[in-house]
């Protein structure tokens, strides 16, 4: 019996076929563009996700700025000393310390034929040890490491080309470095770093254009006026580390920032009052990436589920327009025998079978959709020049949300359908027989 | 005595507009008998609409009893109204109202999807009543390929799926020719035959010649001439 009902439901349907297919398109539409949001969100994150695992996963950045929920480094003062690196170096949870001194240059230079001299623009160097590399994932492309106490440096492939892509600087050649203080030091170049196939999580931070050993191009001396005496300290600006493994990151980071608070640390005594000691791991920026997408996410799925919310509206429009329609046929139904549950099924078959159907034509559609967003974030991506460097975005699929479409298409189809097929099914029969 | 299928007694159905009251059955009693062809004639207004849908179980009384074929249709419930119209009264309307998305023999099935039966069941006695109304060709036509003779056809065929003892016709050749509609009434004459209750409620007095008993209304009450 109720079969039958369902396929008279069905017979209707068949009926209005271009009505039908009218409110159709609306469910199709809620229910893509639910599939397409969630489809290439899911993508995104994944592919961001993926990004920023190229960088060191135990790897964090130890510097100084605003704490809190959401830290930023200001990279302003120079704090830390050695005194402050080999204590975190004796960490339980800290495997590596890499100490980092900002060395900024007004001009590269080089020696162009015996007398002439080309210079650029200076770029910011990086004076620390071999472990930064490691620690920021860099590796090299050809040469070898510096060694410390020597004038020896590493460039990035940009720099290399900073003479001119027809005149790349080699391993073996010989720069000049004007620091800012005016001193010009002499740098031989060992080792040319591959370039960067990852967008760093730290940007341009962990891309850095010159490295260099801390003797003799650092030099950042202050004054601490402990007591009287001015004494002359070595301080950097930031300190790099590596947890022992992937699980004592938050350790290691805890640890860090127990003893850099506590009062047995130089950095305390020499920080700016107002300054907190912030430790950055990918952990957390890929949290702070995170909640970036799924704010996102949320707003378009708003926006997705009004679409849905509109395709609801259509069916109830359409239902109540079909009940009013043929309300002869259902005072005649209810004539020959029909009950008012019978009516009521009839109509509300009808509303989720389009919710229903709605809601696979929309999975289908939205399943297209999502890889044709994702192709086009691809090619925009592309058209970026390489800001994104590694790989493309691979469409990935949650079946989960194929499911759910397809329920809440149904479910919409019975909540738009409920308030029509009741009218139709407490009418009157002598009322709705005489209905012209 | 022949076996009484409706027994009205002191029926009034009155219909509230606003603050006014309208009497549209004013105490009737009427007895209907197995076997009768009753023609219920009136002006518009008479109150023979509403007496056909009381009758019909598709209205209630107001006051009064009405027994349709031993139930008091005053006292059961919304469904079981339907069920009781559904096997036991056929109708027959002036405006065929067949289902126009549904084939010829799909309408005549439809009294009893609603009433219940297997599918095979259904089909098979669809198919004899097409037979019995000539147009067993037709099965898969829907009504609006079909004349308006063919269509009162389909109409009577479906009243009789659930074989109810009691068959009302609202002005069945209201919307026929004079030679269609003849034939019609000679099918319903066929059914009385076969033992149907008949009641025809019309407007036209030709019609008076092919039942055995004529009831005129006025004002919701009754004048019969025997």
């Known amino acids: ?436 | 005595m022949k076996e009484c299928v409706i027994n009205i007694d002191s029926l009034t159905k009155t219909y509230q507009s606003g603050k006014n009251q309208f009497k549209a059955l004013n105490s009737v009693t009427l007895k209907i008998h197995a076997g009768d062809f009753v023609a219920i004639m009136g002006p518009s207004g008479s109150g023979k609409s509403t007496l056909m849908n009381i009758i019909g179980c598709l209205d209630r009384p107001t006051s009064g009893s009405v027994i349709i074929d031993g139930e008091n249709i005053s006292t059961v419930s919304d469904n079981e109204l339907a069920q009781i119209r559904g096997r036991k009264i056929g109708f027959i309307f002036q405006k065929f109202n067949l289902i126009p998305t549904m084939t010829a023999l799909k309408n005549i099935e439809l009294p009893m999807v609603f009433v219940g039966g297997t599918k095979a069941d259904r089909n098979r006695r669809a198919a004899e009543l097409l037979g019995k109304v000539g147009l067993t060709n037709w099965a898969t036509h829907r009504p609006s390929e079909l004349s308006g003779g063919q269509q009162q056809r389909i109409a009577i065929a479906r009243a009789l799926s659930n074989n109810p003892s009691i068959i009302l016709a609202d002005e069945p050749t209201g919307n026929l020719d004079t030679k269609t509609g003849e034939q019609i009434m000679k099918l319903l004459v066929f059914l009385n035959k076969e033992g149907k209750t008949i009641l025809l409620v019309t407007h036209a007095i030709a019609l008076k010649r092919y039942t055995n008993r004529v009831i005129n209304m006025l004002d919701g009450k009754i004048s019969e001439k025997k």
């Open chain 1, 1 to 436: 019996m109720i079969l039958d009902i369902f396929g008279m439901a069905l017979e209707a349907m068949k009926s209005y076929k271009i009505r039908t297919f009218l409110t159709l398109i609306g469910v199709i539409i809620g229910v893509a563009s639910v599939i397409m949001v969630t489809t290439a969100g899911g993508s995104v994150s994944s592919f961001v996700a993926e990004q920023f695992n190229v960088f060191n996963p135990i790897g964090m950045v130890i510097g100084t700025g605003t704490g809190g929920d959401t830290p930023q480094l200001s990279m302003r003062s120079v704090v830390f000393t050695t005194n402050d690196v080999e204590k975190i170096q004796n960490l339980p949870s800290i495997k590596t310390v890499a100490p980092v001194g900002i060395v900024p240059l007004n001009k590269i230079l080089k020696r162009d034929g015996f007398l002439k001299w080309e210079s650029r623009p200076g770029e910011t160097m990086y004076a620390s040890t071999p472990a930064l590399l490691e620690i920021f994932n860099l590796e090299l492309e050809e040469g070898t490491l510096f060694e410390e106490g020597k004038n020896e440096v590493i460039i990035s492939k940009n720099v290399a080309e900073i003479f001119g892509q027809d005149k790349p600087l080699q391993v073996g050649d010989t720069i000049f470095l004007r620091r800012v203080d005016g001193k010009t030091l002499e740098a031989k170049v060992v080792g040319i770093l591959k370039e960067s196939t990852s967008s760093n999580m730290l940007g341009a931070m962990a891309n850095p254009g010159i490295i260099c050993p801390i003797k003799p191009y650092y030099s950042t001396y202050f004054g601490s006026n402990a007591g009287t005496v001015l004494k002359r300290v070595v301080a950097y600006t930031l300190l790099l580390a590596e947890a022992t493994d992937i699980n004592h990151v938050q350790d290691a980071q805890d640890q860090i920032l127990e003893y850099l608070d506590s009062g047995g640390s130089d950095a305390n005594q020499y920080k700016d009052q107002n300054t907190d000691f912030v430790v950055i791991t990918q952990q957390y920026i890929l949290v702070r990436i995170e909640q970036v997408v799924s704010v996102i996410r949320i707003y378009i799925t708003a926006i997705a589920l009004i679409s849905l919310l509109i395709g609801a509206i259509g069916i109830a429009n359409i239902m109540y327009a079909t009940v009013t329609e043929r309300t002869r046929e259902i005072g005649t139904m209810m004539a020959i025998g029909a009950k008012r549950r019978d009516i009521l099924q009839l109509f509300l078959f009808q509303s989720t079978i389009i919710g229903l159907l709605g809601g696979i034509l929309g999975c289908i559609l939205g399943a297209a959709g999502s890889w044709f967003v994702v192709d086009l974030l691809n090619r925009s991506v592309q058209n970026l020049g390489g800001v994104i460097a590694g790989g493309s975005i691979q469409t990935i699929y949650a079946p989960e949300w194929f499911l759910i479409a397809s329920i809440v298409g149904i479910l919409i189809g019975m909540a738009a359908g409920i308030l029509p097929a009741r009218r139709a099914a407490k009418m009157d029969p002598v009322e709705a027989l005489r209905y012209e």
